[in-house]
């Protein structure tokens, strides 16, 4: 990924100790991603998984160990417990050996089993522990920096241990088979058996689970009702009029009704012993992502229609322009502004990637998702691909430049290093317009941040860098960890499954951010392991400085809620209802998309080649070897 350094003159920060953390240096995030195990439903069901035999007592320490840990208790529920316990595996550890080096990247999550340990920091023991706890847990999520060294002390050391190619085919898989189940049961109820799968697949991420304990009455005769359930665990037994009339057991459901119309039940549920676990839906939940029901069983998925390449320019050659001045560095090469020799007035910024690179660390999906979706978009709020070129050495992106630099520098250059209300409306609108359109395609951004925003010469924002986006369909689900540690939704830390709706997550966030200056999930930890305890414990926790909006603060709340199912943007009308949120009610969309409404800042610029918002970088020296491997045979 390729992030732009933009050169600003810095205002002082006012804010108070309470609402921004000066201990944190301002820098760019990285955005994270996970290596791909292949995510098709054959390739993971095929995938070889081996268990390992382990005694009642080993299976408890395991167990206990990762109840223990604030991280993994919440990644780890119902069938995953079992699974991952199953999967790990016992390993010696030799006396002296460091099973986990500062600076190395891991791949592993262990739990010390037997022994003694050091932890050791820049090779300084900083502490030691012999109890039986869980390390290197960031690694299950994707392959992380260690950020310190963790040494065997004593003879006797053993650990259990799992790797992180393990963990996500386990989550793939029950992830994938808890969507097959609930959408077999949901086959089976005559109002919504006729309906196609896809969309019973998305009825299927509404449901909620709830356990009753043996003897609760989970529906009475002659109450009103408005709940649907299905028994996913254990038995019920119906009574009518205190008589017994049948036993429901696991897949069985009852109060399908309640989806139709408000009624009176006609028997009473009660949960037999030891209890029941149910999945429930209640009809005003359903009407609001689906309509009625007999809208939603005659629904068809969305057909997405990609626009046309783009071939409003004349046919250009590399040769033919001019290097300006190199406009931002990446860890695979680097953006240039590039000029027409002749034509003047062609200008663009010139993406170049290192093929040798991208071969080595396996990104080559990532460039071809990247081009590819890319040349897809002819919006005015997302930057536009014109072409791409290839030579033995580098992959060539031709791209619209924005001059303006980014949001990032522009939201640290304001004197508080916020905007006000008035002005982050208008930012928010403008990126509003360039997800809802990426989301019309089926495409899911999944990187949204100021970094990854240019400012454009007229003042609105687009979107920049679709290297993260991923194309989907409305019943596929997709598991990769990827995004910037503080903007990930909780779907994506807890390998669910995800889909649009982490956008949406990501969009809550960078309101936040556009009003505070910083993230409300933000920490000092290098590991971001903090960070997303904070992200799974909620947005409830956060505390917000006095100066933002009452509505702003509602409408953050409500697109950085945890439930998938009720957050703003997944109901039945999507995206506008942010559009229709209070908090937006002075901004004329229509306007906005139509580019009339006058922004609050216009970047000053003399020419169409003024780079003063950029910072100088030294020529690119590094020559990479040439690469044959015709891996961008197709680019």
């Known amino acids: 990924m390729l992030f732009c350094r933009v050169k600003r003159e810095r205002g002082t920060s006012v804010l108070n100790e309470d609402t921004y953390d000066d201990e944190i240096d301002e820098k760019r995030r990285s955005g994270i991603i996970s ?30 160990a990762l109840e223990q840990n604030e991280f993994l208790s919440n990644v780890l529920k119902n069938d995953r417990y079992q699974r991952f316990i199953d999967c790990m595996y016992n390993e010696k550890v030799p006396l002296g050996e460091e099973l986990i080096k500062e600076g190395d990247f891991g ?80 086959q089976n109820v005559p109002e919504l058996g006729t309906a196609p799968i896809e969309k019973l697949y998305q009825v299927a991420n509404l449901l909620e689970l709830e356990f009753f304990k043996s003897g609760t009455e989970i529906v009475k005769q002659c109450e009103l009702g408005n709940k649907f359930y299905i028994i996913r665990a254990g038995t019920v037994t119906v009574e009518k009029d205190n008589e017994k009339v049948t036993e429901l057991s696991r897949g069985r459901y009852f109060g399908e009704v309640a989806l139709l119309k408000d009624e009176f039940r006609q ?83 010139l993406k170049y990637i290192k093929k040798s690179e991208i071969r080595k660390k396996t990104h080559q999906d990532q460039v071809y998702n990247e081009k590819n979706l890319h040349t897809s978009c002819n919006s005015p709020f997302i930057t536009r691909m014109y072409r791409s070129f290839k030579t033995s050495k580098y992959i060539y992106f031709i791209l619209e430049v924005g001059l303006g630099g980014d949001l990032w520098s522009l939201l640290h250059s304001q004197k508080l290093k916020r905007f ?151 109901q039945k009308s999507g995206i506008q209802a942010i559009k229709k949120h209070l908090w937006f009610g002075s901004l004329d969309w229509n306007k906005l998309c139509r580019l009339e409404v006058e922004p609050p800042y216009r970047p000053t610029l003399n020419d169409n080649v003024d780079t003063r918002y950029f910072e100088k970088f030294p020529d690119d020296k590094d020559v990479p070897p040439d690469d044959f491997s015709d891996w961008d045979k197709d680019l």
């Not at 791909?36 to 035999?53: H, L, N, R």
């Not at 409003?312 to 190199?326: A, H, R, S, Y």
């Not at 997709?478 to 709706?501: C, D, H, M």
């Not at 950085?560 to 943007?569: F, H, M």
């Open 267 to 349: 028997a009473t549920v009660r949960a037999d012993p030891p209890g029941v676990e149910c999945l429930t839906l209640t009809r005003e939940h359903f009407i609001e992502h689906f309509g009625n029901i007999h809208e939603f069983v005659r629904l068809k998925s969305e057909a997405y229609t990609a626009t046309e390449k783009l071939s409003d320019i004349p046919n250009i050659n590399l040769d033919e322009f001019n290097v300006i001045q190199t406009l931002g560095l990446g860890a695979y090469g680097r953006v240039q502004l590039i000029q027409h020799n002749r034509q003047k007035n062609l200008v663009f910024a």
């Open 35 to 64: 290596k791909s195990i292949g995510t098709a439903t054959y390739e993971v069901e095929t995938a070889d998984v081996k268990t390992y035999p382990k005694t009642k007592e080993e299976e408890n320490q395991i167990r206990a």
């Open 107 to 186: 791949a592993h999550v262990y739990i010390s089993r037997t022994g003694t340990y050091d932890i050791l920091i820049q090779n300084q023991s900083i502490t030691t522990f012999k109890d039986v706890r869980v390390f290197g847990e960031l690694a299950i999520l994707y392959s992380a920096k260690r950020h310190a060294s963790i040494r065997a002390v004593d003879n006797n050391c053993s650990v259990w241990a799992l790797d992180c190619k393990t963990f996500k085919i386990l989550s793939i898989k029950t992830a994938l088979e808890e969507q097959e189940e609930i959408a077999s049961f949901l």
């Open 420 to 570: 006000d209300e008035d002005k982050a409306k208008f930012y928010a609108g403008c990126v509003l317009e360039g997800l809802s359109y990426l989301h019309a395609l089926g495409i899911v951004y999944r990187d949204l941040k100021p970094e990854n925003i240019i400012v454009h010469h007229n003042g609105y924002l687009k979107l920049a860098d679709l290297g993260f986006a991923k194309k989907t369909d409305a019943k596929e689900k997709t598991f990769t960890f990827v995004g910037t540690a503080e903007y990930v939704a909780p779907e994506i830390i807890l390998s669910k499954g995800y889909n649009r709706a982490v956008d949406y997550w990501a969009y809550g966030v960078f309101v936040y951010e556009l009003l505070v200056g910083k993230t409300p999930f933000r920490t000092n930890d290098p590991g971001h392991m903090n960070t997303y305890k904070l992200i799974l414990k909620g947005i409830e926790f956060v505390l917000f400085p006095e100066y933002v909006s009452g509505t702003a603060k509602n409408l953050i709340k409500k697109l950085c809620t945890q439930s998938v199912s009720d957050r703003l943007g997944c």
